[in-house]
């Protein structure tokens, strides 16, 4: 069988309806949008039909949406800007679950260890339940910028996006949430959930990579950690990444109109990959399995693995493309922060995150669960000791 | 064919060994182990495992069209290779890390973690040859006399040998660099690595800083002294010298001085003339096998240095350490250091070196 791709969160090749629609912006219609001629118009034209798109997309207004440069950028222009203008009117804090990405946490540990604002980590049970008894506590002591994901990247948990955001407005605070993993998958609505900020990335959803947007509700203020141009409200200045908006907001679209259908296609395979190993490999775990989740992620926990990067490598060699936590730390081989997060310490615990995309079909998750097995077999003969 | 887990450390060696390999047919799986944490060391590209000796790694094997991974082993390595590196110097011993990490660490995690990938061969860029016979698998020496590495792989489990392969094992330095430039492999041309992969800076006393700090007894002032105790000078901590230096000494002496021997219990570094280096007996601890231990009486080779040549010498007693007596006295013989024993071109196993002394002081 040829080599099977289940690694849909860690990225997704780009739809075709989205690179044609780039395609002009890459050479004809060139021009730099904050030209006043003709070339500038052309170009701005497109990045305003983008915004729109985007807006419309997910239930705001245009002038509610900043481009950036993906998600990463996102999410930090949120939390340090988000926390920055709270910190202008007096002491501020700062909050975030215990499973956010790396591109959240690291900026909140960052505050707090710059010495300007306390930043607590609520911690998330495998059932998916949020402290939030933690962040009223937080939210009641200054006001608070709160980071609490839509979806989450390794296992496809969902926090309450919407009782965190009535605590932290209570007390004055503004409530962001990583929804890169979401959008697509869930619906995922600002008219609906009252976020203040919103952070999206392209290339999970079929777009481009490098083009992403933070939605900032009217009213709220973020202020930049770029200085430069008066692009994107100077907010992100920068010459805008006209083909990469377009992109983006292609994708977002067709995303969000697919989303029924696209959402029970990958509860199909999710429930079929979790039914099977459960059955099959004696001792495995879905994490977070009584979560509310994502249907496209399935987060397998195996027991008796001393290293699980040489699980992911054996996998690959046999044609079985997964991840472990997140791409972005595979290859340690030791548990991540989202798993330890979740279950704390385990020895000889390992992680499979197999996650799945438009292009997945049943005959490959059956493959996937034949792989799987076999090589967890060898894989746990073999490296009894590596971590002696 | 059978699958090969290959050893990159991004070095024209490894590479070729790579591209040879995947010539004959092998299924090559290739591999470079992160041993420590770049981001604590200013200087990288130095030395062979560092992050470019990742990257060169990574691009040799995608012209070769062979999966590459990284091994994070930086826990085993630490614990293994570093710390014991440290604890030598502060017993007034010179380690051989690279030595320790062939035997502790980097191919028990090849052949454990090539398990698991379904590899039933590890391979690596040695310039030395294995031999599989019937009667078992032997390391020998490697046919390019200027580069041979059989030194480095004493310690190798027995059990292990049978699983190896030494693409390099029949080559010179000279052809293996012109068949990677045939195969234009981007290391082609790549530098010789000599530091200590985990000293980037060169200077290993900057690690040892770093580990001991500055008032540990190994990096504090002591007296140089003379065989017969009297005391010449002071040195700034004996941490600093290994068997046989000559600089660092001070002047003022009628004939050039080495050290001949260090006191880490009174942190005396002792110094003595060309003539006082000399030794003839020689305690190995330590030891490690590939065949059954040549008894005592026995006459054996042993390499007692990198690159030095090999001396004759004879099994004198084997209690808790191996003893050996040399047909002829060796100057800068170094605790630390490894005794590797040969018979002709076969590396019969090899231990640590405890100490050496003249046969006319027992």
Same mark, same amino acid.
């Given at each position: 069988? &040829? ?36 070339? /500038?118009?052309?170009?701005?034209? #497109? ?12 239930? #705001? ?23 920055? #203008?709270? #910190? ?121 990579? /490098? ?32 083909? /990469?908006?377009?992109?983006?907001? &292609? ?138 | ?76 390595? &630490? ?24 035997? *502790? &660490? ?35 020496? /490697?046919?390019?006399? *200027? ?216």
């Amino acid at each position: 069988m &040829t080599p099977v791709y289940l690694d849909y969160a860690a990225t997704t090749p780009v739809r075709d309806e989205v690179l044609e629609a780039m395609e002009p912006f890459a050479n004809q219609r060139f021009g730099n949008p904050s030209s006043m001629h003709r070339w /500038g118009r052309a170009a701005r034209a #497109a990045l305003d039909e983008a915004r729109a798109t985007v807006a419309d997309a997910i239930g #705001a207004r245009p002038s509610e949406i900043v481009f950036v440069r993906g998600g990463t950028e996102s999410d930090n222009l949120a939390v340090v800007g988000g926390f920055d #203008a709270l #910190a202008e009117k007096g002491p501020a804090t700062v909050a975030v679950s215990a499973i956010e990405h790396s591109a959240v946490l690291e900026p909140a540990l960052r505050i707090e260890g710059t010495g300007r604002g306390r930043t607590t980590v609520l911690g998330v049970t495998p059932d998916g339940v949020l402290d939030l008894d933690r962040l009223h506590t937080s939210a009641a002591t200054a006001p608070t910028l709160a980071s609490v994901m839509w979806a989450n990247n390794e296992t496809g948990i969902m926090l309450p996006v919407a009782e965190a955001a009535s605590i932290v407005h209570e007390h004055g605070g503004l409530l962001h949430s990583d929804a890169c993993q979401a959008l697509g998958k869930v619906p995922v609505d600002v008219r609906e959930v009252p976020v203040d900020l919103l952070s999206v990335t392209g290339h999970k959803i079929h777009g481009p990579k /490098g083009a992403g947007f933070l939605f900032i509700r009217a009213g709220r203020s973020v202020r930049p950690h770029l200085f430069g141009g008066s692009q994107e409200l100077s907010i992100r200045p920068g010459t805008e990444d006209v083909a /990469g908006a377009v992109g983006l907001a &292609t994708a977002v679209k067709l995303a969000v109109d697919e989303v029924a259908t696209h959402s029970a296609h990958l509860s199909e395979l999710h429930d079929r990959l979790e039914a099977q190993l459960l059955d099959r490999v004696p001792g495995v775990r879905v994490n977070g399995a009584e979560a509310r989740r994502a249907p496209h992620v399935s987060s397998i926990g195996v027991p008796e693995i001393d290293d699980g990067s040489a699980l992911l490598m054996a996998l690959d060699l046999e044609g079985v493309a997964v991840s472990g936590g997140s791409a972005c730390h595979s290859g340690s081989g030791k548990a991540s922060h989202v798993i330890s997060a979740l279950f704390g310490a385990e020895d000889r615990f390992a992680t499979i995150r197999f996650s799945f995309g438009r292009g997945t079909t049943v005959q490959e998750i059956d493959h996937a669960v034949d792989v799987t097995s076999t090589v967890l077999n060898r894989v746990r003969g073999a490296t009894a000791g590596v971590a002696r | 064919m059978s699958r090969v887990l290959v050893a990159m450390s991004g070095g024209v060696d490894s590479s070729l060994a790579a591209a040879l390999l995947v010539e004959e047919g092998h299924d090559v799986v290739g591999v470079t182990m992160k041993t420590f944490c770049y981001s604590d060391t200013p200087a990288h590209g130095k030395t062979c495992c560092g992050l470019d000796g990742i990257m060169d790694a990574r691009r040799v094997a995608d012209t070769l069209g062979i999966p590459h991974f990284v091994f994070d082993v930086e826990e085993d390595f &630490t614990r293994d290779v570093i710390d014991d590196f440290v604890a030598e110097y502060a017993r007034g011993r010179t380690p051989n890390p690279c030595v320790r990490c062939n035997s *502790n &660490t980097k191919f028990r995690d090849l052949l454990e973690r090539g398990r698991a990938l379904d590899c039933d061969r590890i391979a690596t860029g040695h310039y030395v040859r294995i031999a599989h016979e019937p009667d078992g698998s032997h390391l020998l020496r /490697g046919h390019d006399a *200027n580069k041979d590495q059989s030194y480095f792989l004493w310690g190798l489990p027995r059990e292990m040998l049978g699983t190896l392969l030494f693409p390099l094992g029949e080559l010179t330095k000279d052809q293996v660099r012109e068949r990677a430039r045939a195969l234009t492999l981007a290391t082609a041309d790549k530098p010789e690595s000599q530091e200590i992969c985990f000293v980037p800076t060169g200077d290993y006393r900057d690690l040892l800083v770093k580990r001991l700090g500055t008032v540990h007894p190994a990096l504090e002032a002591g007296p140089l002294v003379r065989l017969d105790g009297t005391v010449v000078g002071e040195h700034g901590g004996y941490a600093g010298f290994t068997v046989g230096q000559r600089k660092g000494l001070g002047g003022g002496f009628p004939e050039p001085m080495f050290v001949i021997e260090i006191r880490p219990e009174r942190r005396e570094v002792v110094i003595g003339t060309h003539d006082e280096l000399f030794a003839d007996r020689v305690h190995i601890g330590e030891l490690n096998w590939h065949t059954d231990e040549p008894t005592v009486g026995s006459p054996v080779s042993v390499q007692l240095r990198y690159r030095a040549p090999i001396v004759a010498a004879r099994v004198a007693d084997r209690g808790g350490e191996l003893v050996l007596d040399l047909v002829e006295p060796r100057a800068a013989i170094t605790p630390g250091q490894s005794a590797v024993v040969f018979d002709g071109d076969r590396v019969l196993g090899g231990g640590r070196i405890v100490r050496a002394e003249s046969g006319a002081t027992v």
